[in-house]
């Protein structure tokens, strides 16, 4: 077993055992035991265009974690966001691309969340248009949500 798997396996249980997400009802969890390809969901933050709604998003690792943040992290939830791709769910974040082995996988939820409160315009890829967040948010996010987790990795989204 990798380091990374390891490690991963700590965060998880860490997780379980304490309540670091409830304050944004994020959830996460490894995809059938794979450590390297997780899920989970946040709720959106209050006061802006995806309150109340659900947000599920995918994370993949490799074996190289923590020393090397995840290889991609993609919004499942269709979003109309700023620094969310509306073609495959891709998340620019600085967090990202910045990464630290210090960081943690909670973080990286809180990052998410903090991301929809606050976009970063430096790295959009699309212009801020808080009335078509909305449209998206009630249309996809305050819906029930159900993915097949072993398809949804290539599968996108049209507007």
């Given at each position: 077993?990798?380091?990374?798997?390891?490690?991963?396996?700590?965060e998880y249980i860490f997780l379980r055992k304490n309540s670091v997400l409830s304050s944004i009802g994020g959830y996460v969890r490894p995809?059938?035991?794979?450590?390297?390809?997780?899920?989970?969901?946040?709720?959106?933050?209050?006061?802006?265009?995806?309150?109340?709604?659900?947000?599920?998003?995918?994370?993949k690792f490799t074996n190289d974690y923590p020393n090397k943040g995840p290889i991609d992290v993609r919004?499942?939830?269709?979003?109309?966001?700023?620094?969310?791709?509306?073609?495959?769910?891709?998340?620019?974040?600085?967090?990202?691309?910045?990464?630290?082995?210090?960081?943690?996988?909670?973080?990286?939820?809180?990052?998410?969340?903090?991301?929809?409160?606050?976009?970063?315009?430096?790295?959009?890829?699309?212009?801020?248009?808080?009335?078509?967040?909305?449209?998206?948010?009630?249309?996809?996010?305050?819906?029930?949500?159900?993915?097949?987790?072993?398809?949804?990795?290539?599968?996108?989204?049209?507007?």
């Open positions: 077993m990798s380091t990374g798997v390891k490690k991963l396996q700590e995809v059938q035991n794979d450590f390297l390809h997780w899920y989970g969901s946040i709720n959106g933050p209050k006061n802006t265009p995806y309150a109340n709604g659900t947000y599920v998003f995918e994370m919004m499942k939830t269709p979003t109309y966001h700023e620094n969310i791709s509306n073609s495959n769910g891709h998340i620019c974040a600085s967090y990202f691309s910045s990464w630290q082995n210090t960081y943690d996988i909670a973080g990286i939820v809180h990052a998410i969340f903090e991301l929809l409160n606050y976009p970063n315009p430096s790295s959009s890829y699309n212009a801020t248009n808080k009335q078509k967040a909305h449209e998206f948010n009630w249309r996809y996010a305050m819906k029930s949500q159900k993915y097949d987790l072993s398809k949804c990795w290539d599968q996108g989204w049209t507007l």
